[in-house]
């Protein structure tokens, strides 16, 4: 690559900084200029230029903008499993607007996939937002499994965004609880982490923790 070219990205990631800083400012018009480049940036193939597109996003302050749930598939092209998932700005499940398919820890969707079949019951601890948590339901629903999904998160935020999750898939196969589970019932201490503007900051809550035999 020559330097030229590198001078030349540097000043277009500066001048796509400014002006997302810029409409950042208003979140009406914030929120239908994401949906806007959503639409570009679904539509073009998985390479760097794409992955500029999606980073010159992640790194701005989007405050008081929200979505829709957009729809992703997981898993192979072959035995693809669609998902509608809430985007927030700031997270993981941000990438969600500018792709059709989940790029999060695919070998890990491919190997869960191989395997469904073969349980009547999933545990799930540590659901998270529910990422795969949906993932389970909606695998479970296409190929008509008998099979259930019980899911655990103590995080208060991440929990609700699990809820939002569940609600968009409508499933009936999930059932989520807003508690950790350990050796002993009660209450411990838990680092939650979260965005506040373009910050990661880490707090320590106390948690409900359940003992399960």
């Known amino acids: 690559m020559k330097p030229t070219d590198i001078d030349n990205r540097s000043f277009l990631a500066k001048i796509a900084h400014r002006l997302h800083s810029v409409i950042a400012k208003s979140p009406y ?13 679904r539509s073009l193939p998985e390479n760097k230029f794409k992955n500029q ?19 992703v598939w997981a898993g192979t092209s072959a035995d693809r499993v669609d998902l509608w998932i809430v985007p ?12 059709q398919n ?5 070998e890990v969707f491919n190997v869960l996939a191989s395997r469904l079949s073969k349980y009547d019951l999933i545990v799930e601890i540590g659901a998270n937002v ?4 949906v993932f389970f339901g909606r695998y479970i629903q296409k190929n008509n499994l008998d099979c259930r999904v019980y899911a655990f998160e103590p995080s208060c ?12 898939n409508q499933l009936k196969n999930i059932q989520i609880f807003n508690f950790g589970i350990a050796q002993n019932t009660g209450f411990l201490k838990f680092t939650v982490l ?12 106390f948690v409900l923790v359940m003992h399960c035999l």
């Open 88 to 99: 927030h700005p700031g997270e993981f499940d941000f990438e969600v607007m500018f792709s």
């Open 194 to 205: 979260f965005s506040l503007s373009l910050l990661q900051i880490s707090q320590t809550r």
């Open 102 to 106: 989940i790029r999060y820890e695919t």
């Open 53 to 71: 597109i999606v980073n010159s996003f992640r790194n701005i302050d989007w405050q008081g903008v929200s979505f829709e749930p957009q729809q």
């Open 157 to 168: 935020e991440a929990f609700f965004r699990l809820q939002q999750n569940v609600r968009a």
């Open 130 to 133: 529910g990422i795969f948590t």
């Open 29 to 41: 018009v914030a929120q239908k200029y994401i949906y806007l480049w959503s639409k570009v940036a």
